[in-house]
């Protein structure tokens, strides 16, 4: 919240347990899904009754929550409304492979300018504008036409799996 916001912020528990479940969909993950991952830390079960709205969430358990999923606890809380869903047209880099990528340095700072302008914490895939394409050129001294190809051929689109 900045300043000018008002602290009096009106969110039910089913928004909250709501919230979490768009987040960990958005993160790709099944309930198993966070329990392995958490490495039993965060039960199946205990997530779905959160979600659900069947258990109480506790600002501590927040916190840890929210950085498990590596999205401010605001996001988590469903306070600030930053969580977009997955939207065909845009053009989404792969950040896992971006961070893995030995040649990418330019390519990390844009994304990190990007994802901090933007509060965009998803961590794994960013969508960028047709706008930000110019910005990209222009960082990596290559025409607007260039950028895709290059990034097409370093892999570093995401692509989404074959179901």
Known sequence: MNQNESANVAITWPEIGANLRKIRLLKGFTLKDVEQKSKGKWKAVVIGSYERSNRALTIKKAIVLADFYQVPLGHLLGITQNIKTNDPTRIRLDL????QGAN???IKLFAAWITGSRQDW??????IRQTDLLTLALTLNLAESEVLTMLDNANLIYKEAKK
């Not at 896992?96 to 961070?99: L, S, V, Y």
């Not at 998803?122 to 969508?127: A, C, F, V």
């Open 96 to 99: 896992r492979r971006i961070a």
């Open 122 to 127: 998803n961590g794994e895939i960013l969508s």
């Open 104 to 106: 990418t340095s330019q």
